[in-house]
């Protein structure tokens, strides 16, 4: 299964700590705040989630919370998606934001 999103940065920028710990996680936020402009990075990682949300959904598996995907970026530049762990699914997530937009797919394999 597949599932997509896109959102608009701006959604992301100057919100409050309340707003991304409701979303995201620690290491999540850590990352993302990492950088001088930390919006792109929070918009391509909601929607990573969003778009597994949406797959995982498909096929009958629903997450209570943002918070219980997280998206994180190896040493390698590769990202590793963690899932609760009573799901077993192998999930692969390609995201990328310019300067308005960021996008996210998601396959989920059977």
């Keep these: 299964m597949i ?3 896109i959102e ?3 959604r992301f920028q100057n919100k ?3 707003f991304y710990q ?3 996680t620690d290491n999540e936020i850590n990352y993302c705040k990492s950088h001088k402009n930390p ?3 929070f918009a391509a990682r909601f929607c990573a989630k969003e778009a597994i949300y ?3 959904s498909s096929i ?3 997450i209570s919370s943002y918070k219980k995907i997280e998206i994180l970026k190896r040493a390698s530049g590769a990202l590793e998606v963690r899932l609760p762990e009573n799901i077993s699914k192998k999930v692969h997530v390609s995201i990328s934001h310019e300067k308005n937009k960021a996008i996210a797919f998601a396959l989920i394999e059977e």
């Design 3 to 5: 599932g997509v999103d």
């Design 8 to 10: 608009d940065i701006s």
């Design 22 to 24: 409701r979303l995201f």
């Design 60 to 62: 009958g598996i629903n």
């Design 39 to 41: 919006a792109p990075h």
């Design 54 to 56: 949406k797959a995982l």
């Design 16 to 18: 409050s700590e309340a």
